[in-house]
T-cell receptor, first 111, second 113 residues
Framework: ELKVEQNPLFLSMQEGKNYTIYCNYS?????LYWYRQDPGKSLESLFV?????AVKQEGRLMASLDTKARLSTLHITAAVHDLSATYFC???????????FGGGTRLMVKP | EPEVTQTPSHQVTQMGQEVILRCVPI?????FYWYRQILGQKVEFLVS????????KSEIFDDQFSVERPDGSNFTLKIRSTKLEDSAMYFC???????????FGSGTRLTVV
């Protein structure tokens, strides 16, 4: 059974600081996704990572994937208040086509 | 940009009643999904649907749940006899056959009282 774990579950940081969210998964997978969710809202797709060593960047967010370590990271550079949200990683199960989500990281960026 | 549309946005129902949650996936997408998220918790897979049949389902998707694509555009989730623990946000998602991305709808908040 595929398990996906994120840490930390909660992150409070000051504007301008850098930090990394980690996503570990338990079995081989070929696709990893990062989503952003604002309170009461839907899941907004941020990144799709398809291969070992993949790195994608959008604004202050950068995601990477190490399939050998079964680890993805979401790095936040010089955080701003607008990045406050919950971030989920999700892994596609190679045995099927559904996504298994991590528990989410609630990010709060303080001015 | 194409969207997955869900209705209603919020539904309140009495315990034991049947509810139908509706979704209109993106028109050229072929894979359809329902997920749920209990307040403050992670997103959980319920069921996937392809070629007019269920392709995968989770342990949560028991006999109380069913899905249907009645007319080629709508994709529905029915809960036959709702329980208090069915209260959650339900998300529909769809995916192109060859595409990598899953597009999620805005969700239906179901409250069972």
């Amino acid at each position: 059974e595929l398990k996906v774990e994120q840490n930390p579950l909660f992150l409070s940081m000051q504007e301008g600081k850098n930090y990394t969210i980690y996503c570990n998964y338990s079995t081989t997978s070929d696709r990893l996704y990062w989503y952003r969710q604002d309170p009461g809202k839907s899941l907004e797709s941020l990144f799709v990572l398809l291969s070992n060593g993949a790195v994608k960047q959008e604004g202050r967010l950068m995601a990477s994937l190490d399939t050998k370590a079964r680890l993805s990271t979401l790095h936040i550079t010089a955080a701003v208040h607008d990045l406050s949200a919950t971030y989920f990683c999700a892994v596609r199960n190679n045995a099927g086509n559904m996504l298994t989500f991590g528990g989410g990281t609630r990010l709060m960026v303080k001015p | 940009e194409p969207e997955v549309t869900q209705t209603p946005s919020h539904q309140v129902t009495q315990m034991g009643q049947e509810v139908i949650l509706r979704c209109v996936p993106i028109s050229n997408h072929l894979y359809f999904y329902w997920y749920r998220q209990i307040l403050g918790q992670k997103v959980e897979f319920l069921v996937s649907f392809y070629n007019n049949e269920i392709s995968e389902k989770s342990e949560i998707f028991d006999d109380q749940f069913s899905v249907e694509r009645p007319d080629g555009s709508n994709f529905t989730l029915k809960i036959r006899s709702t329980k208090l623990e069915d209260s959650a946000m339900y998300f529909c998602a769809s995916r192109e056959q060859a595409g990598y991305g899953y597009t999620f709808g805005s969700g239906t908040r179901l409250t069972v009282v």
